[in-house]
T-cell receptor, first 114, second 112 residues
Framework: GPKVLQIPSHQIIDMGQMVTLNCDPVSNHLYFYWYKQILGQQMEFLVN????????KSKLFKDQFSVERPDGSYFTLKIQPTALEDSAVYFC????????????FGPGTRLLVL | SQWGEENLQALSIQEGEDVTMNCSYK?????VHWYRQDSGRGPALIIL?????REKRSGRLRATLDTSSQSSSLSITAAQCEDTAVYFCATDGASGSWQLIFGSGTQLTVMP
């Protein structure tokens, strides 16, 4: 089936540093999402993105977070500066359309902030 | 069953048994998605049931949806070891929302 790729698979950084998580969505998809999952807990929505804009974000999407997809390249999540509580697995997803359409998830980036 | 602030639940069964996992949701939704997540991987959609459907089947999977009680179930018939995974239900949330709202998940272990 359609595949979403995420780079890197793991990232360890010191608190206060900047990190960029990269997502390569399914090629013809138009809607992009980031979710956060802390070990053993449920996945939580962060943000979705369409046509170059953030369409919806949750309270977890702090001011230190930003997303972009310059010129159809990677869809990125940037955290600057990072905090200890940002340690989690971040999943990217994409869908062709919204409104009940299937979201395809990547394998996740495991972020550890020390 | 799974939802809200509950911790990840665990079920352990023998190969060949049937199993049902339940999910209740808090807000109106037009569709319930069931995902499975294998260790170290992202969630993958396995079955989707819409509000105008009471039951949906796909191979050994059967999903039900009761909009009046805001609950859904996922059954697996004759479970196999490869069915071992975490199973999540997810809803669309409020009308016009773009996000998926996931339940806390059920860790299913199928033993040989």
């Amino acid at each position: 089936g359609p595949k979403v790729l995420q780079i890197p698979s793991h990232q360890i950084i010191d608190m206060g540093q900047m990190v960029t998580l990269n997502c390569d969505p399914v090629s013809n998809h138009l809607y992009f999402y980031w979710y956060k999952q802390i070990l053993g807990q449920q996945m939580e929505f962060l943000v979705n993105f369409y046509n170059g804009k953030v369409m919806e974000k949750s309270k977890l999407f702090k001011d230190q977070f930003s997303v972009e997809r310059p010129d159809g390249s990677y869809f990125t999540l940037k955290i600057q500066p990072t905090a200890l509580e940002d340690s989690a697995v971040y999943f990217c997803a994409s869908s062709l359309e919204t409104d009940q359409d299937t979201q395809y998830f990547g394998p996740g980036t495991r972020l550890l902030v020390l | 069953s799974q939802w809200g602030e509950e911790n990840l639940q665990a079920l352990s069964i023998q190969e060949g048994e049937d199993v049902t996992m339940n999910c209740s949701y808090k807000t109106y939704t037009t569709v319930v998605h069931w995902y499975r997540q294998d260790s170290g991987r992202g969630p993958a959609l396995i079955i989707l049931i819409r509000s105008n459907e009471r039951e949906k089947r796909s191979g050994r999977l059967r999903a039900t949806l009761d909009t009046s009680s805001q609950s859904s179930s996922l059954s697996i018939t004759a479970a196999q070891c490869e069915d071992t995974a975490v199973y999540f239900c997810a809803t669309d949330g409020a009308s016009g929302s773009w996000q998926l709202i996931f339940g806390s998940g059920t860790q299913l272990t199928v033993m040989p």
